[in-house]
Structure formats: C-alpha cells, structure tokens
C-alpha cells in the first residue's frame, strides 16, 4: 500500500513564501510521474506541478516563474517550493503519485491559506 504524507502547509501573508514537502512509503521512481494537486473550496481539484520519472517538469500557467517541484530520491521526497504567493493559491495541495494503469495513489492534503 502506496501512503504519501504530506507536510509544510500553514497560513502567510501574500508574497512570502512555503515550502510543501511529501514523503512517499517507497520508491518515487516506481511512479510514472509525481505532483502536487490543489482544490479550493467551490473548486475542481487542479493540476499545479508535475514531475516525471525521467525529471520531465510541468506547471500550471497559474503558478509558473512563481512555484518549482523538486524531488529527493534518496530520501524518497518530492517538495513544492512556492514563492510570491498569492490569495488565489489559498486551497488544499495534495501530493500524487502515478502509477497508471495500475492506479493513482493521494495524500491527504495539506491546506495553504495565502491572506491579503
């Protein structure tokens, strides 16, 4: 059983900055591709970073020059840095890991709250 744990989340003034860290129960190179989710409240969960098996990155266009995906492998760890941020990135983030077809595996969130 797959178990991501998600941490680094909390509450920051717009413009500072968070770093979400997510520790994965085994090998992130098991997985097709790594990444970090969000759902706001009264939203669909969105795609924020991604990061594949081969180091292969990708943003939302929402988050690009601002947000940067990392991952550790010895320590089996992917980060989210997220810089001068902003109100609209208040929302759940979530750590995912694929491994489509065989399945998607979720943590349970980790909330960010971004105040003016």
């Known amino acids: 059983q797959v178990q991501l744990v998600e941490s680094g989340g909390g509450l920051v003034q717009a413009g500072r900055s968070l770093r979400l860290s997510c520790a994965a129960s085994?090998?992130?190179?098991?997985?097709?591709?790594m990444g970090w989710y969000r759902q706001a409240p009264g939203k669909q969960r969105e795609s924020v970073a991604t990061i594949t098996r081969g180091g292969s990155t990708n943003y939302a266009d929402s988050v690009k020059g601002r947000f940067t995906i990392s991952r550790d492998s010895d320590k089996n760890m992917v980060y989210l840095q997220m810089n001068s941020l902003k109100p609209e990135d208040t929302a759940v983030y979530y750590c995912?890991?694929?491994?489509?077809?065989?399945?998607?595996?979720w943590g349970q969130g980790t909330q960010v709250t971004v105040s003016s």
């Open positions: 085994g090998s992130i190179f098991s997985f097709t591709a």
């Open positions: 995912n890991a694929d491994r489509r077809p065989l399945g998607q595996y």
